[in-house]
């Protein structure tokens, strides 16, 4: 899973039933298997099984065709090395609990596997920038990102206007990708030792973190339940899950569970 970290293990809980429930708990799986077209390209799913090819994803959902094109990459190894014809490719992104699938044939899988390839490989195209250029190895100097950079125009936007706005919005997104990558080839060198004029780098503490179980041993008896608890949060989805493997009833607290408000997140029009 490429785009994000995962911070709350019930979310991989639910991507874990997800597969359960598509392939059963008896299937053969191999776990982030290289799939790779011999002096083409490789990748690593996160998990293939049968025909089914998963891939995790977190954050928001990416509009259709999602990420269709990097999973066409992984069903197109998968079959020229399993001899299928086909193969069901499953997108699963936790943090919205939302399952996309979609079924390739080699065919259809091959048609957008050359058309990419072919495009990267034609000397005479030129990069366009997408959502996907935060992962790509060019971003630091791929001129897609910063054609518009020294551009005077730039600075002349009617943010009042909708389709200005958006026009600005396209710009500042490609800019964010570009001074990201700087900052982390800037970090890059000078944990090399070299000199970046105008910049150190400055140690931080790691987070800290201690077992549930040896706080609850060893402080339990001495604090009390209330001094105790008031230190401790809960998994609401774990809660879930831990008291329906164990109690055919609803769980007893879920008229006390509070919903922080929702968020709203921007997402490219395709």
């Known amino acids: 899973m490429e785009n994000g970290s995962i911070s709350d293990a019930g979310l991989v809980d639910w ?9 059963g ?16 390209y490789f990748g690593f799913a996160d998990l293939v099984s049968g025909e ?36 069901v490719c499953h997108e699963l992104y936790i943090d919205a609990k939302y399952h996309r699938t ?21 000397k005479s195209s030129e990069p366009t920038a997408c959502s996907y250029c935060k992962w790509c190895k060019h971003n630091l100097t791929c001129k897609a990102l910063t054609e518009d950079i020294d551009d005077e125009d730039m600075k002349d936007f009617d943010l009042s206007n909708p389709k200005e706005l958006g026009e600005a919005l396209h710009a500042a997104r490609r800019f964010k990708v570009w001074c990201e990558a700087v900052e982390k080839e800037a970090k890059r060198q000078l944990q090399e030792g070299v000199e970046v004029d105008g910049w150190r780098l400055q140690n931080r503490k790691g987070r800290e973190a201690v077992s549930i179980l040896d706080a609850h041993r060893e402080l339990y008896g001495r604090m ?28 007893p607290v879920e008229d006390f569970i509070k919903r922080s408000k929702d968020t709203v997140a921007m997402v490219e029009n395709k």
């Open 224 to 251: 009390g339940s209330d001094k105790f608890l008031a230190c401790c949060s809960i998994n609401i989805s774990k809660l879930r899950k831990v008291w329906g493997e164990s109690y055919n009833e609803d769980l």
């Open 52 to 87: 089914h090819v998963f891939d995790l994803k977190s954050g928001g959902v990416l509009p259709s065709p999602g990420y269709r094109a990097q999973l066409a990459g992984y069903a197109l190894a998968y079959m020229e090395e399993s001899f299928r014809d086909y193969c």
């Open 102 to 122: 979609y079924r390739l044939t080699w065919a259809e899988a091959k048609a957008i596997v050359d058309g990419i390839l072919d495009a990267h490989l034609d």
């Open 25 to 40: 708990g008896s299937a053969l799986v191999r776990v982030e298997p290289k799939l790779e077209l011999a002096g083409r």
């Open 15 to 23: 991507a874990i039933e997800e597969v359960l429930n598509t392939i």
